[in-house]
């Protein structure tokens, strides 16, 4: 059985680091690698869909990033208890006509005795922006250890 350390029950310094290696797989934009931090039976609702188990998940993964070019998210902790955080994530991406969007969301998580993440589920609203507006500018891939979060940018 794969372990994904830190383990439940989470303090909020534990929290805090399991919501940062979420977001630094992420936004690796690697759907084979980030399905192995989810159970293999693991339940998603992310938007309209609802895929369960890791094959269904990656397959999400592959479609969204075929749409969203130049994919860059921050994710932040909004609660925790026992084996569960709830957090709050931004992300910027262009589709392939150039139009950049910022797409704000909620994620409720549950975890096993092993790190791994059971349920997953996502609120997400997109907003259209300018180019010029963007704030996320990092190069591709994870986000700088200096680089704001999403409440010190006002986010």
């Known amino acids: 059985m794969d372990t994904r350390l830190p383990l439940p029950p989470f303090s909020r310094e534990t929290a805090v680091q399991k919501i940062r290696l979420a977001e630094d797989g992420w936004n690796t934009r690697d759907p084979a690698r980030i399905v192995l931090a989810y159970s293999a039976d693991t339940v998603w609702r992310n938007r309209a869909e609802f895929p ?84 996320f500018h990092w190069p591709l891939g994870r986000r700088p250890d200096d680089h704001p979060g999403l409440t010190d940018m006002g986010l």
Do not use: C
Request: glycine share 6%; proline share 1%.
């Open 52 to 135: 369960r188990g890791r094959v269904q998940a990656q397959a999400l993964l592959e479609r969204k990033w075929a749409r969203e070019l130049d994919y860059r998210l921050i994710k932040e902790l909004w609660s925790f208890d026992g084996n569960r955080i709830a957090v709050r994530f931004v992300y910027e991406w262009h589709d392939d006509a150039g139009n950049w969007f910022r797409s704000h969301g909620n994620e409720n998580w549950e975890f096993d005795e092993h790190g791994l993440m059971t349920h997953r589920h996502a609120s997400i609203n997109d907003r259209p922006i300018k180019a010029e507006d963007r704030k």
